[in-house]
């Protein structure tokens, strides 16, 4: 599978913008690029995802580089309910048994200064 | 709009006890699965069932068993509970439709072994 690296950790000021990037330099023409956030005592939390053009969502963007050698998950202006662990994950298009886990890596904590 | 559901929320029990982990999803989702989440890692899968009447082993299946009992619940049995399955679990489910569909996760089960 096809790897991902996340920075361990990010602040952000509330109600600033947050640019969260995610590598992913052996990505393979066909996979999607998921992103997933886990808040505190919770479990993960969908966010979204995208192949090739820019997505956007209530949630989030997701701005893909040309090249899909990396992606950036912008939250538009972070609350403090954004503060949470953000996982950048890599999904093929096929079957097998592989495929149907979610491979969560260490993701990057954010963390939301008031 | 309860989603994935799980019970217990917290569990202690002594080494070589048996114990059933709860799941059940009121989202009409053909695809449930379970992970473990140990402390500063990722998720890592341990059984999942595509489709009702289906499982099959993950990542890290020793030492667990499954039962996808009808559509809506999917249980996670520790038949001799060890101190390393100390772990939070999480069950999450998935609707059919392909495999971008995102999983929707419940708040976890938190359970020490002694």
């Known amino acids: 599978d096809a790897k991902t690296t996340q920075p361990n950790s990010m602040e952000s000021n509330e109600e600033e913008p947050v640019h969260l990037p995610c590598n992913h330099s052996?990505?393979?023409?066909?996979?999607?690029i998921h992103w997933y956030r886990q808040l505190p005592s919770q479990g993960p939390e969908y966010v979204i995802h995208g192949l090739t053009s820019n997505v956007n969502n209530r949630m989030a963007s997701l701005a893909i580089a040309e090249d899909r050698k990396s992606s950036t998950l912008i939250l538009h202006r972070a609350t403090l309910r954004d503060a949470a662990v953000y996982y950048c994950i890599l999904r093929g298009p096929f079957g097998g048994a592989g495929s149907y886990q979610l491979t969560f890596g260490k993701g990057t904590k954010l963390s939301v200064i008031p | 709009n309860a989603g994935v559901t799980q019970t217990p929320k917290f569990q202690v029990l002594k080494t070589g006890q048996s114990m059933t982990l709860q799941c059940a999803q009121d989202?009409?989702?053909?695809?449930m699965y379970w992970y473990r989440q140990d402390p500063g890692m990722g998720l890592r899968l341990i059984y999942y069932?595509?489709?009702?009447?289906?499982?099959d082993k993950g990542e890290v299946p020793n030492g667990y068993n499954v039962s996808r009992l009808n559509k809506r619940e999917f249980s996670l049995r520790l038949e001799s509970a060890a101190p390393s399955q100390t772990s939070v679990y999480f069950c999450?489910?998935?609707?059919?439709?392909?495999?971008?569909?995102?999983?929707?996760f419940g708040d976890g089960t938190r359970l020490s072994i002694l």
């Open positions: 999450a489910s998935r609707q059919a439709g392909g495999l971008q569909q995102p999983q929707h």
């Open positions: 989202m009409n989702h053909n695809s």
């Open positions: 069932s595509a489709s009702e009447g289906t499982t």
């Open positions: 052996t990505i393979s023409g066909t996979d999607y």
